[in-house]
């Protein structure tokens, strides 16, 4: 038998409260530098998911006007088409029905998406849903096909609205 045994005191066991204290705090540290970092992170791949869309939707209107010369330039609804999509000219079947319904919040990839279409020119725009927090740039971009952006994340629905911003970075 041990002496601390034989004394009747008994040794316990495990982290005292101190010790867990610190560990609590060493996470919470960790957490408020990691969760700024992973909203940014995320801002960042909503923007780049909107700029990509902005393509994708550029890419489909060539492809529509070139397909449908006589019908011009198409909206959101027409280029895409629900599952199963047959071509034809009022449901292309060119992009994604996600992105082609992606109209109101909550869009796709914290952005909403608009086409408006006019006599020989289009304008396709990015808006976020919650700027500041889905994001902080509104995309849009025109028959040309250069995208622009707008950094205060105001929408644009005109071509000329659209001309008028800076290429994107």
Do not use: H
């Not at 560990?23 to 992973?38: F, M, Q, R, S, T």
């Not at 801002?43 to 909107?50: D, H, I, T, V």
């Not at 449908?68 to 280029?79: R, S």
């Not at 998406?113 to 990015?126: F, K, P, Q």
């Amino acid at each position: 038998m041990d002496r601390a045994e034989e004394m009747g005191v008994t040794k316990q066991k495990g982290f005292s409260l101190i010790e867990l204290l610190i560990v609590v705090a060493i996470i919470l540290i960790i957490a408020a530098i990691a969760i700024p970092n992973y909203w940014k992170a995320r801002m960042a791949a909503n923007e780049s998911a909107a700029a990509n869309a902005i393509r994708t939707i550029n890419s489909a209107e060539i492809l529509y006007v070139t397909a449908c010369p006589q019908a011009g330039y198409a909206d959101l609804a027409t280029l895409g088409g629900a599952t199963p999509c047959v071509a034809s000219v009022v449901q292309a079947c060119l992009i994604d029905n996600n992105l082609a319904t992606a109209v109101a919040a909550p869009g796709k990839s914290g952005y909403t998406y608009i086409t408006s279409v006019v006599v020989g020119n289009y304008v396709a725009a990015a808006k976020p849903v919650a700027p500041a927090m889905s994001g902080t740039r509104t995309f849009c971009s025109t028959n040309d096909s250069i995208i622009r952006n707008n950094t205060t994340g105001a929408a644009v629905n005109t071509v000329g609205g659209c001309d008028v911003l800076p290429a994107m970075d």
